[in-house]
């Protein structure tokens, strides 16, 4: 009986043992993906094969377009390439919050943007997901 209850045991011990270890590895997982810094990549050389991956990148502000629902859709260049950056209103109002406004975004200031690259109607756009994604270099 005593060595029955000792496997029991053993067997419980491993169960526990093997749940502590895969909660552990999972939190690792969590932080580690957080802490992984975006790709750092020429606008010119953004394609359909970085979709769906983090990137950041620089460019000159050639065009910014306001739209009556309150979004600000820029669009940056590198000299050889344009990319759009969606600001979307809710965006926009946490900018705006922080003092930052859609006047701040002067034709040709020095933008950095860091986001995801997506695909809207064909056209690859780099959507920032945090309010320090999109900065104003000058």
Known sequence: MIESDR????????????LFTSIVGLILIYFASVNIEPQKIEISDITADLEGRRIVTTGYLVEKRKHEDGHLFLTISDSKTKIQVPLFSDYMKSLNE???????FQLNDKIS???????????????PKSLDDVKILG
């Open 7 to 18: 496997m029991v045991l053993s067997k419980n011990f491993l169960l526990i043992l093997s």
């Open 98 to 104: 922080i003092g930052i406004t859609e006047e701040d």
């Open 113 to 127: 943007v860091k986001g995801v690259i997506e695909n809207y109607k064909g056209r690859l756009q780099i959507m």
